[in-house]
């Protein structure tokens, strides 16, 4: 059986594993939108490059997206 809470501080860590993990999905599945968070010392990750083709793909499908508003 699955018992609801409110989160005490001492759920702090688990909580931050958590977030972590989630935040890692969005990255994976939409990095369009998510950057990968910053490591321990402060240093934001340099996100990837995307490709000229990628580049214009995007661009194209915010064009029709606008055109059928």
């Known amino acids: ?3 609801i ?3 005490t501080p001492d759920d702090a ?3 931050a594993q958590l977030n ?3 935040h890692a999905l969005h ?3 939409r990095p369009d939108l998510f ?4 490591d321990a010392a402060g ?3 340099t996100p990837p490059r995307r490709s ?3 580049r214009q793909a995007g661009h194209a499908q915010r064009m029709l997206h606008r055109s059928c508003s």
């Open 1 to 3: 059986m699955t018992t």
């Open 5 to 7: 809470r409110t989160a």
């Open 13 to 15: 860590p688990l909580l």
């Open 20 to 22: 972590d993990h989630v």
């Open 27 to 29: 990255v994976e599945h």
């Open 35 to 38: 950057t990968p968070a910053p």
């Open 43 to 45: 240093h934001s990750p």
């Open 52 to 54: 000229r083709a990628e």
